[in-house]
């Protein structure tokens, strides 16, 4: 936990603001978001092992990145256990003749792009 000094003119009596080391993104979230509350019941061993790792005032993030993930994971492996194809061929036109030959067009043009903007090219190019 660290604390914030306060400049020179502010009100002494003002409680200086503490920063608990929470991410940034959690305080636009749940700002941003219309977070709803959640009463959770969780066996104290498990509190007591999330509070070492984050602290008491981490909670909140900490559970909330934690379900965030674990939503990702599971829809991932849904989309994974899922029977319909995830790549559809009339929706890459350009690997019609193969990814070995798209592969090659797009370095042969970057290649392209790159010697025409080098100034060797440039200098060759005056002359």
Same mark, same amino acid.
């Given at each position: 936990?660290?604390?914030?000094?306060?400049?020179?003119?502010?009100? %002494?009596?003002?409680?200086? &603001?503490?920063?608990? +080391?929470?991410?940034?993104?959690?305080?636009?979230?749940?700002?941003?978001?219309?977070?709803?509350?959640?009463?959770?019941?969780?066996?104290?061993?498990?509190?007591?092992?999330?509070? %070492?790792?984050? +602290?008491?005032?981490?909670?909140?993030?900490?559970?909330?990145?934690?379900?965030? /993930?674990?939503?990702?994971?599971?829809?991932?492996?849904?989309?994974? /256990? %899922?029977?319909?194809?995830?790549?559809?061929e009339?929706?890459?036109?350009?690997?019609k003749?193969?990814?070995?030959?798209?592969? &090659?067009?797009?370095r042969?043009?970057?290649?392209?792009?790159?010697?025409?903007?080098?100034?060797?090219?440039?200098?060759?190019?005056?002359k």
């Open positions: 936990m660290r604390m914030s000094g306060r400049p020179s003119g502010t009100n %002494a009596h003002a409680r200086p &603001r503490v920063d608990f +080391g929470l991410p940034e993104w959690h305080n636009r979230y749940a700002h941003m978001n219309s977070p709803r509350r959640a009463h959770i019941v969780i066996p104290a061993d498990l509190l007591r092992e999330i509070d %070492a790792i984050v +602290g008491p005032r981490g909670r909140s993030a900490f559970l909330l990145e934690t379900a965030r /993930e674990e939503v990702r994971r599971r829809k991932l492996l849904r989309f994974l /256990e %899922a029977d319909e194809p995830a790549w559809r009339e929706d890459h036109p350009e690997l003749q193969g990814s070995a030959s798209w592969v &090659r067009k797009l042969s043009e970057s290649e392209e792009r790159v010697a025409s903007a080098s100034p060797r090219s440039r200098k060759r190019k005056r």
